[in-house]
Each structure stands twice: as structure tokens, then as C-alpha cells.
């Protein structure tokens, strides 16, 4: 049986960003038509979870797939320089919609090299807030609540991916092969 001990607590950060991220837009409602105030919102939202991406890449960086945080680091800082400098509605949709656009190809990548179904999901989620924000949301209270529908199902699902035993056993399990292999452990 896994032990909470054993979870880094890096993984639940993002967590964390997501579902503060949606649950602040979904409970700030009355203030959806102003642009800067949601501009702001997603400004917070591109530092932190620009900020943890870097902080997780320290430790993923030497697996297959581990330029990903890095990455996903540097996309998340852009967003926040776009939210800030967005002058209408039009740039803050493009700014998101480009941010999710190349995160989705970024974390549809990682799944081909790693199969991991965490970001093949990611990928999926991302797929369908592009989507949405492409053809569906026109308006400014429509984008906004869109992009916490997608900061709250994708800060649900990792969560869950944070404490999924087959996870970290599955680490575990490819270190202790390894070790047998060559006699060096990771």
C-alpha cells in the first residue's frame, strides 16, 4: 500500500494553481466583464504555474520526457506577459488559445515518448478548451469561464495523477530493473 510519505509534494503544487485558478474565476462571476481584472487572473495563473514548472523540472529533467516542465515552464511565463499587455478581448483569446494550442502538442509528445496517459490526457483536456475557445467562446465572460471549466478538470484529474499508486510504482519498478540490469542505482 502507497504511503503519503512517499508523494512528492512538488506534484500537488500545480494542483493547487489549477483549482485556485478556476474556483477564483467561478466564485468572482460579477466581475467577468473587465478585462484587466481577468487579465490579472490569468498573469497570477502564468507566474505560479510557470514558476512550479520550473521548480518540477529540477526533478524530471534526466527522464525521456523531462524538457515537458521546462517547457511548459517557459509557455507559462508567456501567457503572463500576453494577459498583461492584452489591450482587448481578442489578444487575451489568442494569448490562450496559442498558450493551450502548444501545450497540447507539447504534452501529446510526451505521451508518444513516455505512454503516460497523465499527458495524454492533459492533451485531450487542452484539446477541447482550444477548441472551445477557437469556435465557441466569443465573449469575454464565455472565455474566461471556459478557461476555469479546463484550470478545474485538469487540476482534478492531476490530482488524482498524484496519488495513483501505479504512478510511482511504475518508476519504482523500471529503477529497481535498471539497478538489476546494470548494478547502479538511480
Request: aromatic share 12%; glycine share 6%; net charge neutral.
Amino acid at each position: 500500500m502507497e504511503t503519503l510519505e512517499k508523494r512528492d509534494p512538488r506534484l500537488l503544487i500545480p494542483v493547487i494553481i489549477f483549482l485556485a485558478t478556476g474556483f477564483t474565476v467561478t466564485f468572482t462571476q460579477g466581475l467577468h466583464e473587465d478585462l484587466r481584472f481577468n487579465s490579472w487572473l490569468i498573469v497570477v495563473f502564468g507566474l505560479a504555474l510557470g514558476l512550479t514548472s520550473f521548480i518540477n523540472w529540477t526533478k524530471t529533467k534526466k527522464e525521456p520526457a523531462g524538457f515537458v516542465p521546462a517547457l511548459s515552464g517557459v509557455l507559462s511565463l508567456a501567457l503572463a506577459v500576453v494577459a498583461i499587455s492584452a489591450a482587448n478581448l481578442m489578444q487575451l483569446r489568442l494569448g490562450l488559445l496559442i498558450w493551450a494550442a502548444i501545450n497540447v502538442a507539447v504534452y501529446a509528445y510526451a505521451w508518444m515518448i513516455t505512454k503516460n496517459s497523465k499527458a495524454l490526457l492533459v492533451a485531450a483536456y487542452g484539446t477541447f478548451f482550444v477548441l472551445v475557445i477557437a469556435f465557441v467562446a466569443t465573449d469575454l465572460p464565455a472565455v474566461v469561464g471556459f478557461f476555469a471549466a479546463f484550470c478545474i478538470m485538469a487540476g482534478v484529474y492531476l490530482g488524482i495523477a498524484a496519488f495513483d499508486p501505479k504512478e510511482t510504482d511504475s518508476k519504482e519498478t523500471r529503477a529497481q530493473e535498471s539497478q538489476h540490469e546494470t548494478g547502479i542505482s538511480i
